[in-house]
């Protein structure tokens, strides 16, 4: 941290923000919204896929309507799946609008982001409206519960989902795989610097 | 905020801002400040220990620091959340520290 001269300053302003995540829904947006389940066992499932695997194709219903297939990308968009445990939980409620103002990023390497959870779509719907406009498909993996989850070897014992980040190429293959802690926000940079190998 | 206290002789130099991102990493504050053109300095605090120091408050939080002459300091004001103008806000924490 840089050290400030306090020379002639007579007051310090000092503003408390956030860019992306924390482990407690810090926004004041979410209020008294926001469930904690206290601190989890950081993986509870075992990987079914592996980087250099073709990613088995699905189609989700969308938050935004209708349904969002993986196909639909190919050769046209990298894919980032972001996969969040729970709505209204805390660390999710920060992830994702932090993703929302770094979709220039996404952009420029040319790669669509999916938001997904195994929450419905009502739930995702009142959960994201509290982000404000999201550019990026919120998908519910609901029902089959947590089909795409349990597919990919990411469905946790109790049924969330894993905190988990896949990036998948043009070509539908799978260049990235962090199944995350989940109790902590993965940092905004490991994604940048993933797509940057996908250039 | 900034360019009001910058553009006031009053306040030039003697106000002072500074932005700290709870739980967020060098990269994300440095995009942050990139992407909105952020003029004042502004820090990580990726794994909360600053947040936990000041009591682990929620987002936006407002800590106003009067430095005194013999080096010491006081908190004169807090707040939580966000504020309709910056004029209004810039007057009331002047007043609250005795500058105004």
């Not at chain 1, 795409?148 to 896949?166: D, M, P, Q, V, Y």
């Not at chain 2, 794994?47 to 080096?71: A, L, S, W």
């Not at chain 2, 007057?91 to 105004?100: A, F, N, P």
Request: glycine residues 8%.
């Amino acid at each position: 941290m840089k050290k400030i001269m306090l020379v002639n300053i007579s007051i310090i302003i000092l503003s408390l923000f956030l860019v992306a995540g924390s482990a407690f829904g810090l926004s004041e947006v979410y209020k008294n919204n926001i469930y904690d389940p206290g601190m989890l066992k950081p993986k509870d499932s075992v990987l079914n896929v592996k980087v250099g695997e073709r990613v088995p194709d699905f189609s989700l219903p969308s938050v935004q309507g209708g349904n969002v297939t993986l196909g639909q990308f190919h050769g046209k968009k990298n894919v980032v799946l972001s996969f969040i445990p729970a709505a209204w939980t805390p660390v999710c409620s920060d992830q994702w609008p932090g993703y929302n103002i770094a979709q220039p990023i996404f952009d420029k390497f040319d790669a669509i982001l999916l938001g997904i959870s195994a929450d419905n779509i009502p739930t995702l719907f009142a959960w994201t409206n509290q982000m404000g406009d999201l550019w990026f498909p919120v998908l519910s993996d609901f029902w089959p519960h947590g089909a795409l989850a349990s597919k990919l070897g990411i469905l946790r014992s109790n049924g969330t989902t894993e905190r988990a980040t896949f990036i998948i190429d043009k070509q539908g293959i799978i260049r990235y795989i962090d199944v995350h802690d989940i109790n902590e926000r993965p940092p905004l940079e490991d994604i940048v610097r993933e797509l940057q190998k996908l250039k | 905020m900034y360019q009001i206290i910058e553009s006031n002789p009053d306040t030039k130099g003697k106000v002072k801002l500074i932005g700290i991102g709870a739980g967020n990493s060098p990269f994300e504050v440095n995009y942050f400040s990139e992407t909105y053109k952020i003029p004042f300095p502004l820090f990580d605090d990726k794994h909360y220990e600053i947040h936990e120091m000041v009591g682990m408050v929620r987002t936006p939080y407002f800590f106003v620091v009067k430095i005194n002459k013999d080096g010491t300091h006081k908190l004169t004001y807090t707040q939580l959340g966000g504020f309709k103008t910056p004029e209004e806000f810039l007057d009331l924490i002047l007043k609250e520290s005795g500058l105004r």
